[in-house]
């Protein structure tokens, strides 16, 4: 059993801002309902300011899925579209008063529907860092993915990316390649 805080408790019993906006000027949506986890963003925004005035989620998933997305919407509301792509996963932890490490990748779906609703707001593609090659084929995770989470967040172990991922959480075939894939950021980082 998940050794919840109480703020996780009370943001997945009582999840604020629940639901759609109706003519949304923007929508993320991240995640798979076959990988286990999904979640669509809506935000309303001032086109004069860029500022969020609004936003609103749903969320298939677990208790921290459900706690992350209400929580991304309530750190997000009132900034401007820049000012909420400061926004971390760490920053969504952080504001549930922290996450079990296994259910950390609810924090990194969080911040990826809000990029996912930003660039849809935009009109540009999500911006792509190299080749969208998928190593973990369990949960659809990509190399991309995997180094700009484990560089994000200081990780070092494959069961470290399994928790911010999923990846390598399935079969488990993938787990040789993400080692490679940590060791080519640990020789990068020092160059």
Not at 11 to 19: I, Y
Not at 134 to 142: A, S
Not at 158 to 180: L, R
Request: hydrophobic letters at 40%; a negative charge.
């Amino acid at each position: 059993m998940w050794d919840y805080t109480d703020k996780v408790k009370e943001a997945f019993l009582r999840p604020k801002n629940v639901g759609e906006i109706k003519n949304a000027d923007a929508i993320g949506e991240v995640g798979s309902i076959v990988c286990g986890d999904a979640l669509k963003l809506y935000l309303r925004i001032d086109r004069e300011t860029e500022t969020i005035l609004d936003a609103r989620f749903q969320t298939f998933g677990c208790a921290s899925a459900i706690a992350s997305s209400s929580a991304l919407t309530e750190l997000i509301k009132g900034k401007t579209l820049d000012e909420a792509l400061s926004v971390t996963n760490q920053d969504i932890a952080d504001f549930l008063g922290g996450l079990p490490a296994q259910k950390m990748h609810c924090s990194v779906m969080g911040r990826e529907a809000l990029e996912a609703a930003i660039a849809n707001y935009r009109g540009a593609p999500l911006l792509k860092t190299g080749t969208e090659r998928v190593v973990c084929k369990c949960f659809d995770v990509t190399e991309d993915k995997i180094r700009r989470v484990a560089m994000e967040n200081h990780l070092k172990t494959v069961d470290e990316i399994t928790n911010f991922t999923k990846a390598g959480g399935g079969c488990g075939e993938c787990k040789s390649e993400i080692e490679k894939i940590l060791l080519s950021i640990v020789i990068q980082e020092s160059r």
